[in-house]
């Protein structure tokens, strides 16, 4: 089948990129158009286009920085897919993947076509949709687009949807492949186009190819590669397994600087705080040494960053300084840095993983995939040849796994349950998995989606409260906290609480003013717990009335007074403009469902109810040696150091994350006054025994 447009190829002259250019890149864009056709998927657009009109499915498998995510929509459109419908280009949700990236990434889609950002192309993340009647072309996170499969089971308004960065297996990403798969069957016009940075294609061929025959002229799915711009790295394995990879980083990168030629460094370390700990000895190593001094800086990358932390990665360092990146894995494909000639691997990552015995979701350490290290080897050949200094040995890398587990197969598997459950798909053991989670992590989600009272003795959504908590952008817990607030009289409280819990990092610890940081922090605390800290005297509601103060100073007080209030009490001024904007769409929904919004005017006990009203199957009761243990599973955890509990011993408490490190910790830490709360909020849960 041939798409609209399709007849219009032949006159295309040459099929170049030159003949489907606009206009407006003719003089004065002419740097922008040479950018575009030096990318390396240029090269591949006819191949890539006949294949789409060929194929139902097409797998595109290209390196990071080939072009994949700029390019393909902008060839979709030149060929008149938008006409047809949008093109939808749909990316996972990580914390790496702000509404600042998918703004950049439209932006300059949008630059390249001579179009104005929100019209032709656009963007919509959570809590913000910068979209118009107009958009053709749309960058979105994968929740987003299942989001919209729930209002619109066949996609309709769609031509072709993109699922960018699918090796990353993400849960929202391998639900709309399962999605996708049904919708195709009832739309065989759509097109579907798997972009993958890895070499795991056959799996999506695999999933897609309706062909039921020997005769492969008959599959209607089908793998190209685009060829990249990779230099040859140079693999180097440490002779022996380091324990302290952190420090051992350090010194690799002092090594490298000493002894090898010219180019940044790029080092993957597991969380943030390692990641703090090795940019400042890296920076103060180059303050105090005469032989690094001014020929050195380290710069940090992970999610949570401000705006304009986050771009001095992309700037350019004076003549003479080697920058030293120093990340997490969302510098594997997340992002694009130029100028890295060597990269520093810890062979580590810290990732989500469910276990359905003890119904804990926490952040464990894990060995990296063979896959995810040849991504990260593959950053420091994009440039000119390159190095990779692993920090294991030969033999570990050929034990690691081939490829990452599937979020399916690892994650808290309730959010994907009741949307799936909202989208009228009952069976949900029977549907279409990619890769199919275990049957115990499914049974653990539909036990804890009966107990939120979001699904019946049946197992179908309850109305109206299942279809309002499935219509809530946020996870279950949480949204169930806020519809069962307005019975508790809080419902002013409960909205900052899960505004300042999505945004995340509301507070700012430098490694260097620490001790600062801590004093500042300390004049928000309330006894009762986290949760009660972030809105009681709520540095949000401070922030919100400090930026409103008056119409006539917004503006002034926006731009600085308000940056300059959050700077002094190390708080982050990006993450509560966000929170502001977050707590307000919130706002929206509540009324939307008639919740009675009011203020407890500083009723501890309320807001905390309301919290154990979604958390609590996520309880744990004080043991004589001053640890935890969770009441249903008896799993032994500890308060994490940053919560205002951490010093004290409450009887009983609700919890919203878990850490695991060398022990379990919780975080987002609240004090239950009585056991009673927990059986009279949630008596099919618990049972009381005195």
Known sequence: MQHPGAEDREAAAENSLDAILPNSFAAGAMPIYMQRRRLPIAASREQLMYLVDSFQTTIVVGAT???????????????????????????????????????????????????????????????????????????????ILFREALLDPLLSRYSVVIIDEAHERSLYTDIMLGILKKIMKKRPELRVIISSATLDAQVFKDFFNFNTTADASKDTAVIVSIEGRAFPVDIQFSKMPHADYVNESVEVVLHIHKHEEEGDILVFLTGKDEVDTVVALINDMAKSSKHLLNKIRAIPVYGGLTLDEQNQVFESLPSGVRKVVVATNIAEASITIDGIVYVVDCGLAKIKAYNPKTGLESLIVVPVSKASAQQRAGRAGRTKPGKCFRMYTERTYLGLSDTSVPEMQRSNLVSVILQLKAMGIENVLRFDFLSAPSAESMAKALELLYSLKALDDYGRLTMP????????????????????????????????????????????????????????????????????????????????????????????????????????????????????????????????????????????????????????SQAAKLQPDGSYATLRERTICHIHPTSVLFNRSPNYVVFNEVLQTDRIWIRDVSVVDDPKWLTDIASHFYEFKS
């Open 65 to 143: 920085g080939s072009g994949k995510t700029t390019q393909l929509p902008q060839f979709l459109f030149e060929e008149k897919w938008g006409n047809a419908g949008i093109i939808a280009c749909s990316q996972p949700r990580r914390i790496a993947v702000t509404s600042d990236v998918f703004e950049m990434t439209a932006a300059r889609v949008a630059e390249e076509m001579g179009v104005e950002i929100g019209k032709e192309v656009g963007y919509a993340v959570r809590f913000d949709d910068v979209t118009s009647e107009k958009t053709k072309i749309k960058y979105m996170t994968d929740g």
């Open 465 to 616: 409260f299942g279809l309002q908590l499935a219509e809530f952008p946020l996870d279950p817990p949480l949204a169930a906290m806020l519809l069962n607030s307005g019975g508790f009289l809080c419902a002013e409280e409960t909205l900052s609480i899960a505004a300042i819990l999505t945004v995340q990092n509301v507070f700012v610890s430098p490694s260097n003013l620490r001790v600062e940081a801590e004093e500042e922090h300390r004049k928000f605390r309330v006894e009762e717990g986290d949760h009660v800290t972030y809105v009681i005297d709520s540095i949000l509601h401070v922030f919100d009335k400090y930026f409103q103060f008056s119409k006539v100073y917004n503006a002034f007080i926006k731009n600085k007074q308000s940056a300059q209030w959050c700077h002094k009490r190390f708080v982050n001024y990006k993450a509560l403009q966000r929170a502001v904007v977050v707590r307000k769409q919130l706002e929206k929904y509540l009324k939307k469902f008639g919740v009675d919004i009011r203020s407890c005017r500083g009723d501890t006990v309320a807001v905390r109810k309301a919290v154990v009203s979604g958390y609590f």
